[in-house]
């Protein structure tokens, strides 16, 4: 069977941390490149950073620039999004995807909130 299990999400107060995983299986992780997507109630999906299969290029949308980091473990077969200085903006589901698109995870709810 071919998934992506998220961990990680929650309720944090503004300016606050969490750290999230994507724990591929059922296919080959290392080989694909991966992206971090999330989506707010009544938006469109937005891309949030982007790795490279070996994890030596990593790419940020605009508004998470210099506060998230994406990284990963291909050893552990797990994508990480790591989010510092959390803004009541950053509230979404958050998925974890293959770059391609072929495999997506079933999203995980981030709330920042007072």
């Known amino acids: 069977q071919v998934q992506f299990v998220e961990s990680g999400g929650g309720l944090v107060q503004p300016g606050g941390s969490l750290r999230l995983s994507c724990v591929a299986s059922g296919f080959t992780f290392s080989i694909f490149a991966m992206n971090w997507w999330r989506q707010a109630p009544g938006q469109e999906r937005e891309l949030v950073a982007g790795i490279t299969r070996g994890g030596a290029t990593t790419n940020y949308a605009d508004f998470v620039k210099g506060r998230f980091t994406i990284s990963r473990d291909n050893a552990k077969n797990t994508a990480y999004l790591q989010m510092n200085s959390l803004k009541s903006e950053d509230t979404a589901v958050y998925y974890c995807?293959?770059?391609?698109?072929?495999?997506w995870g079933q999203g995980t709810q981030v709330t920042v909130s007072s």
């Open positions: 995807a293959t770059a391609g698109g072929r495999y």
